[in-house]
């Protein structure tokens, strides 16, 4: 009957107001979007600059060429690690591909936030959406891959894909489940940050980190990084939980305490952002975020969905300015 209590906090209506954020040129993937003020005006400046779309074939300004790194000379990357955070994923490192484990949240979510990384990746990048490798031709950096949950499907999917991580042992168990499938053997994974790759200037057509902002020590840094690992007009995808008294009831009192879904302490309701506050790190480091969407979680089927509500868990799509 725990689950029923996780269906009722999901549904009561104490959280904080928050917002969805939509392309008003793409065509709507989501149920209708609550409009936020702040959000129409960051939307309308990050696109007076009316940048074209990327290519996918930037080629030229992906992987580890030098000389297009300007920022990351001109910029300290400061640590992102917070080492207690660390700790606590290093402790149950084994456990990555229990699918019961401690990490089954986020398996069950992953089919979900691949979908819209699908659909707004192939969007953005004018790839094919049904194609059965869309994301051919793209460098995608997977940050903060733990056992390779994301970085396994993007590689499947066409991507040429660099995990990384700051726990050693997640890395060697995710070597060891990649190798063991010729489709995800040619995956790259390091023990190393974000700000660590900024500085031997790598570069990537996407930077991808799902459930790590929440975890690291500064998130306008972590963003900054991201920012200076993807190539101008490239992607940025962030999922992580709001800080609202909806996610507070369900993602901390109802997941650690009641269902024992994630180990007590998994996370600190204070270190969440809201998805507004999210949306102006990135815009102050050069990501204008153009889609947000929520996660929803259904008790009878066990499945999440898309949804427009992010009070609790949500993912954002942004794309780097071109200056
Ligand atoms: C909740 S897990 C998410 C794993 C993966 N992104 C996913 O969603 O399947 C958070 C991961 O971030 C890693 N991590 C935490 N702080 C980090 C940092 N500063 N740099 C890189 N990885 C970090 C942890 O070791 C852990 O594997
Ligand atoms: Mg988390």
Partial sequence: MAWRLLWVLQRTSFSVPTISLRNPNCSPLYPSAASSPLLTKL????????APLPSPTQKTRTGTESGDNAGAKSTS??????????AKFAAIAETWWDSQGPFQTLHLMNPTRISFIR??????????????RPFEGLKIVDVGCGGGILSEPLARMGA???????????????????????????????????????KENKKFDAAISLEVIEHVA???DFCKSLAALTVPLGATV???????????????????YLLNWLPKGTHQWSQFLTPEELVLILERASISVQEMAGFVYNPMTGDWSLTDDT???????GTKRNK
Wanted: proline share 3%; aromatic share 8%; glycine share 0%.
């Fill in 43 to 50: 939307w309308k400046r990050s696109h007076t600059d009316a």
């Fill in 77 to 86: 990357f400061r640590s992102s690690l917070n080492e207690a955070e660390v």
């Fill in 119 to 132: 659909s707004t990746l192939c969007r953005h990048f004018r790839k094919d959406p049904f194609s059965a």
């Fill in 160 to 198: 040429t894909v660099t995990g990384i991580d700051a726990v050693e042992k997640n890395i060697k168990i995710a070597q060891i489940h990649a190798a063991s499938d010729p489709l995800t053997s040619s995956i790259e994974y390091h023990c190393t940050t974000a700000e660590e790759l900024v």
């Fill in 218 to 220: 500064d998130p306008s």
């Fill in 238 to 256: 962030i999922s992580t939980i709001n800080r609202s008294m909806r996610s507070y009831a369900t993602a901390i009192v109802a997941a650690e």
């Fill in 311 to 317: 009070s609790v868990n949500f993912i954002a799509f």
